[in-house]
């Protein structure tokens, strides 16, 4: 029988050499999306999925925590981006709920699937800023999961802040660039949210 003990996720060594150099703060939605978009090319670069995302503090810029899209070299369906941001920003203030610790935001590459958008929910982000559409990711065969239509409205019900499309082509010319694993494809036509 097996033995089961604490899992860790995988983090890729890289995540680490890679935040090194980044200017402290990022004040500008512009800077932190570009900071999104550099990770989702290189976790391409290194093997993963063409996403990126990250955790700022929403009023000073700065860097909380990075997150890319890991499910095929980690072998997890629990790694992606936003949820790797998210656990990572955790980590770091040492707490499962940010809101207690300041304003902080999302920036992802490509607007949150069904896992994602209940993970930032849970962990109390005040502000989500996507760059691609989910359709630009279910065009290169993505799924985003059986996702509310009305998702913006709800998270901005709930109190959280969203703002779309900011540099979405450079993110779409990233999800295009991609030529590895498309995972959950089984599910891609009867789960479309649209
Ligand atoms: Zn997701």
Redesign the pocket.
């Known amino acids: 029988m097996n033995h089961w003990i604490n899992i860790k996720l995988p983090i890729p060594k890289w995540l680490n050499t890679w935040a090194i150099g980044i200017p402290e703060t990022l004040p500008d939605a512009n800077q932190r999306m570009s900071l999104v978009i550099d990770l989702a090319r290189m976790s391409i670069k290194n093997g993963g999925g063409p996403?990126g995302a990250a955790v700022f503090n929403q009023h000073t810029g700065e860097l909380i925590a990075p997150g890319v899209?890991w499910v095929v070299p980690g072998k997890s369906s629990l790694l992606?981006?936003?949820?790797m941001a998210l656990v990572l920003a955790e980590q770091t203030l040492g707490s499962y709920e940010l809101a207690s610790h300041g304003s902080f935001e999302l920036v992802t590459s490509?607007e949150?699937?069904?896992?994602?958008?209940g993970?930032l929910l849970w962990a109390g982000v005040a502000s989500v800023v996507c760059g691609a559409h989910s359709e630009d990711a279910q065009a290169i065969g993505f799924n985003?999961?059986p996702r509310s239509m009305h998702w913006e409205q709800e998270l901005k019900q709930r109190g959280v802040s969203v703002t779309r499309e900011v540099m979405r082509p450079q993110a779409v010319e990233v999800l295009q660039s991609y030529t590895g694993e498309i995972y959950n494809s089984q599910l891609q036509v009867s789960n479309r949210s649209g």
Do not use: I, S
């Not at 992606?80 to 949820?83: D, I, M, Q, R, W």
């Open positions: 996403f899209n992606h981006a936003e949820v490509v949150p699937c069904c896992q994602c958008l993970v985003e999961g």
